[in-house]
């Protein structure tokens, strides 16, 4: 058994854009590099929503990156640039990443909504926009051996 990722992001202006981007890149390396990371990818969708996708090993694996240093720094500033955030995790069956079909459903159905400081309606309300999915909308994120 392997654990899914999925999270959702939609920045509430584009003045945090840039931060985001950084923070993005400061993030991916040290996931590249996670003990129990198995792949990921990360999808750029319309509105300023961005979708992250990652299959570890195990929960403790999943939960060790999450409580990382590089990933807990990010997660407080979250709260402040985004509208809209979302969190869901299953088990699966394999290590091959699902489709961002199957990601929508499973974040519509028992997605975790993040604490925020502004929310937009669609937020309170628990609804997601499908996100539109494309090659060059998507980034692969493979692990890197050290």
Known sequence: MTV???????????RFLLRLHWE?????????KAPGFLRGKLLVDRKMAFWTMTIWRDVDSMLAFRD??????????????CDEASVVH????TDQLPTWKE????????????????KSRD???????????SKSRETPIQPRMT
């Open 68 to 81: 990382s240093p590089a990933h807990a720094a990010v997660m407080p500033k979250v709260g402040l640039w």
């Open 90 to 93: 299953w088990e699966a069956e």
């Open 4 to 14: 899914v990722s999925v999270t959702r992001l939609r920045l509430r202006s584009v």
């Open 24 to 32: 993005t890149w400061k993030i991916r390396r040290s996931l590249q």
């Open 103 to 118: 990601a929508y459903r499973r974040m519509t159905e028992s997605g975790k909504l993040s604490p925020l400081k502004i």
């Open 123 to 133: 937020h309170e309300a628990h609804r997601f926009r499908k996100p539109v999915v």
